[in-house]
C-alpha cells in the first residue's frame, strides 16, 4: 500500500510558524501533484496548498502570502512553511499526491497543528 508520510505537526503559539513535510515514494512523487489539504471538526476538508511536477503552485486567496508548498526533489519531499500562525489555522493536515487537486490518488495519515496560547 502506497503511504505518504508526514511530519512536523505540533503546537504553536498565535504568529508562529510551522513547516511539516510530506515524503513520497520516488515514482509518486515524480509522476503526480502533491499538496495538502485540512480540516477541523465541524468544518469541511480544505483545500491549503497545491504544488505541479514543475513547481506551479495553487492557494486559496485566504491563504496566500502566509503559507508557501515547495518541492525537493532530491528528498522526494514536499514541504508546507506556515507562517503567521491563528488559531483558526487548527486542523489536522493532510498531504496527497494525484493528477489534480481535485482527483488525489494517494493520502499521508494527517499531522495535527494546534494553534494555541
Known amino acids: 500500500q502506497v503511504r505518504l508520510v508526514e511530519s512536523g505537526g505540533g503546537l504553536v503559539q498565535p504568529g508562529g510558524s510551522l513547516r511539516p513535510s510530506c515524503a513520497a515514494p520516488?515514482?509518486?512523487?515524480?509522476?503526480?501533484?502533491l499538496g495538502w489539504y485540512r480540516q477541523s471538526p465541524g468544518k469541511e476538508r480544505e483545500l491549503v496548498a497545491a504544488?505541479?511536477?514543475?513547481?506551479?503552485?495553487i492557494y486559496p486567496d485566504s491563504l496566500k502570502g502566509r503559507f508557501t508548498i515547495s518541492r525537493a526533489d532530491a528528498e522526494n519531499t514536499v514541504y508546507l512553511q506556515m507562517t503567521s500562525l491563528k488559531s483558526e489555522d487548527t486542523a489536522v493536515y493532510y498531504c496527497?499526491?494525484?493528477?489534480?487537486?481535485?482527483?488525489?490518488?494517494?493520502w499521508g495519515q494527517g499531522t495535527q497543528v494546534t494553534v494555541s496560547s
Open positions: 496527497y499526491a494525484g493528477p489534480n487537486r481535485l482527483n488525489p490518488y494517494y
Open positions: 520516488r515514482g509518486i512523487f515524480s509522476t503526480y501533484e
Open positions: 504544488i505541479s511536477i514543475s513547481g506551479d503552485t
